[in-house]
């Protein structure tokens, strides 16, 4: 998002946290947000109704007069690097131009072309940060030796993690975790882009073995969402 901000300088890009004000000051310090605004929901009340979720799902985008332009765009789990083109084709369509790229932005596509995988910045857990560094071991694992063997030590890795870290969520309510209605919720957006890599992830694996995964072994143990 700060790359974003950066490249369309015509466009005011929101980091809104539905947690606590402290919880957003350390996004803002974690990912060093410059030219993004980071603020906060300061109470369940104001959660949005009937839309809303995390930016791994989709991005809400407004015009200058607040209008929406769309509630939800394409979300990049789902839909690849297209998700990044929907985004920017709707800046456009709002006569937001890109200034040709920034330095940071240069800077991010040579990581991009390089191949290296950036650590995630610590989330001052020390047990999610250990679990992070296994998910990324892992991860340059499969990205050296493309095997098979590789993607399962990935998965079993992700499992672990996402079983660990729902539970944890759930056990102080993060994100509104202990609603069980319609309501907007952070809890279950996240535990659905959790699904959604290890349906990536058991897919890939079933192409390779040859076999695919029962659904029930691709959903993330924690995440029961009520329909």
Known sequence: MEKWARKYPGAQFLCVCVDMVGVARQFGQMFDFRAVVSC??????????????????GFIVADREGNFVSRKTKAYLQFGEMAFGHVEELLR??????????????????KKESGDIEPVPSVGVD??????????AALALLQRTNSVQALETLLE???????????????????????????????????????????????????????????????????????
């Open 157 to 227: 890795a992700l499992l672990a993690h996402f079983d660990h870290e729902e539970k944890l969520m759930a056990l102080h309510d993060f994100g509104n975790a202990s609603n069980k209605g319609d309501a907007f919720s952070p809890f279950k957006s996240h535990c659905k882009d959790h699904e959604r890599i290890l349906e990536i992830g058991f897919r890939a694996l079933g192409q390779a073995q040859d076999y695919k995964s029962p659904s029930s072994d691709v959903e993330a143990p924690n995440c029961t969402t009520d329909s």
């Open 93 to 110: 369509s709002q006569g937001v131009a890109a200034d040709g790229g920034t330095e940071h932005g240069k800077v991010e596509e040579e």
């Open 127 to 136: 047990s999610m940060d250990e679990e992070h560094k296994r998910c990324e």
């Open 40 to 57: 906060h929901i300061p109470s369940r009340e104001y959660f949005p109704k009937g839309y809303g979720q995390l930016g791994c799902s």
